[in-house]
Nanobody, 126 residues
Framework: QVQLVESGGGLVRAGDSLRLSCTAS????????MGWFRQAPGKEREFVSY????????YYSGSVKGRFTISRDNAKNTVYLQMNSVKPEDTAVYYC???????????????????WGQGTQVTVSS
């Protein structure tokens, strides 16, 4: 069983930066692509970012592209989401997820992820 634990959320002001971390248990972290999703109150969970197993391929939703950066450290079993120039509309619970493959053709689809963390709250004030 894979466990994912997110951290780094909090209350920040618009324009600030924040870095989320997600650490995975087990020995297979480096074999799988990872993703970040978020869910705002009253809304469906939406894709934020993706990174393949070795970090050579990344993908972002249009709403965060150019502001957020995903990275991973396979030696530490950790994936990161650097959030810069945050906006109030970035307010949500952020979830990391482990995919079911080393790389994905459709990284934004939740169906391609089989393990999820418990989430970390990010609140951006205006």
């Amino acid at each position: 069983q894979v466990q994912l634990v997110e951290s780094g959320g909090g209350l920040v002001r618009a324009g600030d930066s924040l870095r989320l971390s997600c650490t995975a248990s087990g020995r297979t972290f480096s074999s799988y692509a990872m993703g970040w999703f978020r869910q705002a109150p009253g809304k469906e969970r939406e894709f934020v970012s993706y990174i393949n197993r070795n970090g050579g391929s990344t993908y972002y939703s249009g709403s965060v592209k150019g502001r957020f950066t995903i990275s991973r450290d396979n030696a530490k079993n950790t994936v990161y989401l650097q959030m810069n120039s945050v906006k109030p509309e970035d307010t949500a619970v952020y979830y990391c997820a482990r995919s079911n493959a080393a790389s994905l053709v459709m990284p934004s689809s939740r169906r391609n992820y089989d393990y999820w963390g418990q989430g970390t709250q990010v609140t951006v004030s205006s």
